[in-house]
């Protein structure tokens, strides 16, 4: 079915929905052509079904939305007292087992846009394969998105200036305690959910919320045990960016939030120029972040590589902050390698006594590792090595939960403010913790300055400093080793 003029109205769409064994193509095109679907009815989801089955055998449905036309699903869903009547089903591609959805929207002026209480977009679910394409300037928006989950398969490809967005324009949370919430986006959600994102080509990917109306923009990848989700973000002026607005607190708590593995496995390749940014109050970007206090042991990942850019920037507020590996059992890396790759933590704002802002954490409670390589650099007010993580293998000595390496003309420089509150680098603080930091070659440098720019080995756990091969460790201020740690050695 094609249609390529006119406006309508209508219940719903379905492209390959319940058809057992068969598939459907629906074609909406040109600048002139606007769908709205949803009857308005209490309840009614405003649906939109590509290769979805309930039971009927597996369906297949393809959904073009081309030349600048319109499709805008909006349901009417209420709260009942129990759920959102309505809600959470706007558009899905890909459910149900063996089945297969492609929704392309392509071109500028084209979009699709979900809305209403709870309105969200699902790609790939109950053991069906989802893909959403959103190129050449193209717009898609809804308040939930979900990539591949509860054993389904999603991916969802924005390039050619193509802009997905996660906004409060769509509406808010349906169920009462979370109308306050900003929009969230999951990759790989669910016991065998698997969910891809890749961008390209000047991509726009944005997670936001709406100031004075909800807070806690949330992008995750991974979120249950079992579950997995990846990333590849490459290409200059391709952006994904988490975006607080305003202060947090006021409608949700919590600022912008990037997690790279909560419960499951998450890892997010940023190369070739491509940029991403956690933005505003409280922003915090998390690598192996557990989930109900575990996590699955495969470690999670991101890689910064060729003269890509991930910027941490609470801005005017505070609480801009990295955290790897943060509850017990959990393993988390970051890889920052290349010239112009960069990894920065940083904020404007200045207080004393805040001993967070700033901050990367390698190995808060599990096994967290930062690499950096080839001229890679690294920037924030202070680094901590092994907060409570504990010896990976005890039959190993020198083998941390935690670890740096610095090498090959890689460069971490950390700048405290002010002179009590930031720390510089501190190795193996909590008790029974064990963290190394590694300094190896010609041009490779850790640099703490500022009023509190220290070196602090060992504080009540066992830390080591190895500096070798002509690599460098400079202070502003004092270098301090407790009788538990290695010093510092050249």
Same mark, same amino acid.
């Given at each position: 079915m094609t249609i390529?003029?006119?406006?309508?109205?209508?219940?719903?769409?379905?492209?390959?929905?319940? %058809?057992?064994?068969l598939s459907g193509i629906v074609t909406i095109t040109g600048p002139l052509t606007s769908v709205d679907v949803g009857d308005g009815a209490p309840g009614s989801s405003g649906g939109i079904y590509v290769g979805v089955s309930t039971g009927y055998g597996p369906a297949y449905g393809n959904l073009y939305i081309t030349s600048g036309a319109s499709v805008v699903s909006t349901n009417s869903g209420y709260w009942n007292g129990s759920y959102v009547v309505g809600g959470y089903d706007n558009v899905k591609a890909g459910f149900g087992a063996g089945s297969y959805?492609?929704?392309?929207?392509?071109?500028?002026?084209?979009?699709?846009?979900?809305?209403? %209480?709870?309105?969200?977009?699902?790609?790939?679910?109950?053991?069906?394969?989802?893909?959403?394409?959103?190129?050449?300037?193209?717009?898609?928006?809804?308040?939930?998105?979900?990539?591949?989950?509860?054993?389904?398969?999603?991916?969802?490809?924005?390039?050619?200036g193509g802009t997905l967005r996660i906004t409060n324009d769509s509406g808010l949370w349906g169920a009462p305690g979370y109308e306050g919430q900003a929009g969230i986006a999951t990759f790989g959600r669910g016991a065998?959910?698997?969910?891809?994102?890749?961008?390209?080509?000047?991509?726009?990917?944005?997670?936001?919320?709406?100031?004075?109306?909800?807070?806690?923009?949330?992008?995750?990848?991974?979120?249950?045990?079992?579950?997995?989700?990846?990333a590849y973000i490459s290409?200059?002026?391709?952006e994904l960016n988490v975006i607080q607005h305003g202060a947090q607190g006021d409608d949700y708590s919590g600022g912008s939030i990037l997690n790279i593995g909560e419960g499951?496995?998450?890892?997010v390749n940023v190369s070739d120029g491509a940029q991403i940014n956690v933005l505003g109050d409280q922003a915090l970007l998390q690598i192996a972040r557990g989930r109900n206090g575990s996590a699955d042991s495969i470690e999670s990942q991101l890689n910064i590589t060729g003269g890509a850019d991930v910027l941490v920037d609470s801005q005017g507020y505070q609480g801009a902050g990295i955290r790897v590996a943060r509850v017990a059992g959990s393993n988390g890396a970051i890889l920052v390698d290349g010239a112009g790759s960069t990894l920065t933590v940083t904020s404007s704002s200045d207080v004393a006594g805040d001993y967070g802002t700033g901050s990367i954490v390698i190995g808060e409670n599990g096994e967290g590792t930062l690499e950096v390589f080839n001229g890679g650099a690294v920037e924030a007010r202070s680094l901590r090595v092994g907060q409570n993580?504990?010896?990976?293998?005890?039959?190993?000595?020198?083998?941390?939960a935690a670890e740096v390496t610095i090498a090959l003309g890689g460069t971490v420089t950390l700048t405290a403010l002010d002179s009590t509150a930031y720390r510089g680098l501190q190795v193996a603080t909590g008790v029974g913790s064990y963290g190394v930091v590694n300094?190896?070659?010609?041009?490779?440098?850790?640099?703490?300055?500022?009023?509190?720019?220290?070196?602090?080995?060992?504080?009540?756990?066992?830390?080591?400093?190895?500096?070798?091969n002509g690599g460098?460790?400079?202070?502003?201020?004092?270098?301090?080793?407790s009788t538990r740690s290695a010093r510092p050695r050249s």
């Open positions: 390529d003029s006119g406006a309508y109205n209508t219940g719903y769409i379905g492209s390959g929905y319940n %058809a057992s064994g959805g492609y929704i392309t929207v392509d071109g500028a002026g084209s979009e699709l846009i979900a809305q209403g %209480a709870s309105a969200r977009i699902t790609i790939g679910r109950y053991g069906g394969l989802g893909e959403l394409q959103v190129s050449n300037g193209a717009l898609v928006e809804t308040l939930i998105l979900d990539v591949g989950r509860d054993g389904g398969i999603g991916g969802v490809n924005i390039f050619g065998g959910g698997n969910g891809l994102l890749l961008m390209s080509s000047g991509g726009q990917f944005i997670v936001e919320n709406t100031d004075g109306l909800t807070d806690t923009p949330i992008l995750r990848f991974g979120r249950d045990s079992g579950s997995a989700g990846y290409g200059a002026g391709t499951g496995l998450g890892i993580s504990p010896l990976t293998d005890p039959d190993t000595p020198g083998l941390g300094i190896d070659g010609e041009g490779s440098s850790l640099i703490s300055q500022g009023g509190a720019g220290r070196f602090e080995v060992g504080r009540y756990g066992t830390g080591r400093v190895n500096i070798t460098d460790a400079t202070s502003s201020s004092t270098a301090r080793s």
